[in-house]
């Protein structure tokens, strides 16, 4: 090789070495934790699953239909398009009998001590319900809102007794 040919090479290397150290575009940032699991939402019995993976952010609400033709059943909207950048979540769901979601917030820690206890995590932001009409009219109505992680069980927990069990003795062979 001559010199211009050993120089072009090296330039080509340190620009490849370069390009690998950027970080994609479309790489799924990480969240601050991993803040997967149930949160409540608008009414008893209502939440928002949230699943955090390496490969991005996936989940749904959970909701009772306000329709006359759907009131009481129980909808399940799932994300279009959802996001966790530090303690910054953000998230769509998909239209169901003409109604759907957009969270713009944060995350931060509760009050509980452990992921075992309801409020061990808390989403704090804006949720704006857009809605389209039989007019094809859409309008939209946003609120702040909190919602809080519910509690989760270990999985390595023993099961405990319900009081009715414990009174009884085992059964003997």
């Not at 809102?145 to 069990?165: C, I, N, R, T």
Request: cysteine-free; aromatic content about 10%; proline content about 3%.
């Amino acid at each position: 090789m001559r010199l211009s040919g050993k120089i072009a090479f090296f330039v080509l290397l340190l620009v490849a070495f370069a390009a690998a150290q950027m970080p994609a575009k479309n790489a799924a940032s990480s969240p601050a934790e991993d803040i997967s699991g149930m949160y409540n939402f608008l009414k008893t019995g209502e939440f928002v699953q949230i699943t955090v993976e390496t490969s991005g952010v996936s989940g749904y609400i959970s909701r009772q239909g306000d329709l006359e033709s759907d009131h009481g059943i129980f909808l399940d909207q799932f994300f279009t398009g959802a996001s966790i950048e530090g303690h910054n979540v953000a998230f769509v769901t998909k239209q169901v009998h003409g109604v759907w979601f957009e969270f713009k917030g944060r995350f931060d820690r509760g009050k509980a001590k452990d992921k075992s206890e309801d409020g061990y995590y808390v989403l704090r932001g804006t949720l704006t319900e857009f809605t389209v009409d039989s007019s094809k009219q859409t309008t939209s109505r946003s609120r702040n809102v909190e919602f809080s992680l519910l509690g989760q069980p270990e999985d390595d927990a023993p099961a405990k007794l319900k009081s009715s069990d414990a009174s009884r003795s085992p059964a003997r062979l």
